[in-house]
């Protein structure tokens, strides 16, 4: 699908909280994206609980793997022992 394909469908699905951007990125490397054209973007955006490490770094990756094992997610109400150890 294009992006104007895409996002015609997501003004169909979504709650209007955000206007997106007319691309609608499928996949990231590094400091790239793609769009769903395959159009190279450089990403210069930050997100909510973003990292500064890039898409799909290895170490990172790694991390969230195992974390996936253990537990996914949990509500601020709950401490939890990465947090304590990070901290």
């Known amino acids: ?19 997106p951007l007319p691309c609608v990125p499928t996949r990231g490397k590094g400091v ?10 450089l990403d210069l955006t930050g997100g909510i609980a973003v990292t500064g490490l890039g898409h ?10 195992e974390q996936a094992d253990q537990v996914w997610h949990l509500s601020n109400y709950f401490a ?8």
């Open 56 to 65: 799909g770094h290895p170490e990172v990756l790694r991390a969230l793997r």
């Open 1 to 19: 699908m294009t992006n104007q394909e895409l996002l015609a469908r997501y003004k169909q699905v979504m709650v209007p909280n955000y206007a």
């Open 80 to 87: 939890n022992v990465p947090v304590i150890e990070l901290a």
């Open 32 to 41: 790239w994206l793609w769009d769903a054209e395959d159009k190279k973007y």
